[in-house]
């Protein structure tokens, strides 16, 4: 990990214009992230949390300020970024193996090669041999481990995850959140998460920002000074339970008008 900037949000905020007039979505929001780290961002729904990443990811563009990823201004969509939906989708028509290449595909004919980085992604994210599947064969879990799979095969350096793992039941995704530390732990992508989950927030990550409501603002950035191997057992730990418990009053006040 540098000290360097990796992305750099300066003064970043967010206006929708709606036909029931303009709609403040994010407040000026400052921030640096540094490569390597895993940031999750968390807050109230509705403060701005998929508009910024949305923003960062070049989807949308800023209403005010600027955001600079890897010493470039974002101005589009780019590659070096890979991104999971809020509730990603596969195509129903196309195989496990087909909807991870489909970002090649609209690009380029898709390679020996790429099929061979398809499969070990499968493999790592534990579905090899789920290659000719159909989405509709797989369970929630295992579709959202495919959406991960295709916002990495294009081997980006920076992975914006908007709610991955929203739709799973507990034990799932605590299951998913152990192998998505060890694929962090072993290609130290820069990872911005947003998550409703406190548990997850900390157990996933080195860096947690927290929200207010709407329009957002990054009210707390809490360090998780916890050792980078992390296994549920860490869950129970105090540190563990001091840091969930830093964040928790926030969402108790914020929930509250
Ligand atoms: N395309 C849009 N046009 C107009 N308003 C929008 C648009 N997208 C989002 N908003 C508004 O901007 C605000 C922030 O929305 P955003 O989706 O970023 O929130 P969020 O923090 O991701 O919420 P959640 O946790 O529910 O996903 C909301 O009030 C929303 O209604
Ligand atoms: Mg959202």
Redesign the pocket.
């Known amino acids: 990990m540098t000290d360097q900037a990796f992305i750099k949000l300066d003064e970043v905020a ?1 206006t ?3 036909a029931g007039g303009a ?4 407040s000026a929001t400052s921030a640096i992230i540094r490569e390597g780290e895993f940031v999750s961002i968390v ?12 923003m960062i990811g070049g989807l ?1 563009d800023v209403t005010q300020g600027e955001i600079v990823l890897r010493g470039r201004q974002v101005n589009g969509p780019r590659d070096d970024v890979g991104f999971v939906f ?1 509730g990603a989708v596969l195509l129903p028509w196309k195989t496990v193996l087909q909807n991870v290449l489909l970002p090649i595909e609209v690009h380029r004919p898709v390679t020996a090669k790429d099929r061979a980085r398809a499969l070990e992604l499968l493999d790592v994210l534990g579905l090899a041999n789920f290659e000719k599947r159909y989405p509709h064969e797989l369970s929630g879990g295992m579709q959202q481990r495919v959406s991960i799979c295709r916002a990495l095969i294009g081997d980006p350096s920076c992975l914006l995850l ?2 991955p793992f929203g739709a799973l039941d507990a034990l799932t995704r605590e299951n998913i959140n152990v192998m998505f530390n060890e694929l962090w732990r072993s290609t130290r992508k820069t990872v911005l998460l ?1 998550t ?1 989950s406190i548990q997850e927030a900390v157990f996933l990550s080195t860096r947690v920002l927290v ?1 207010s409501r ?3 603002e990054i009210v707390d950035d809490i360090a998780v000074d916890l050792p980078v191997v992390r296994l549920p057992e860490v869950i129970g730990s105090p540190e563990f339970g001091a840091l969930a418990n830093r964040i928790r009053p926030y969402f108790t006040k914020l929930a509250i008008d």
């Open positions: 967010k929708y214009p709606t709609v403040p979505a994010l807050g109230p729904s509705g403060c701005g949390k998929t508009t910024l990443l949305k949308i809020q908007d709610e947003v409703h929200m709407r329009p957002g």
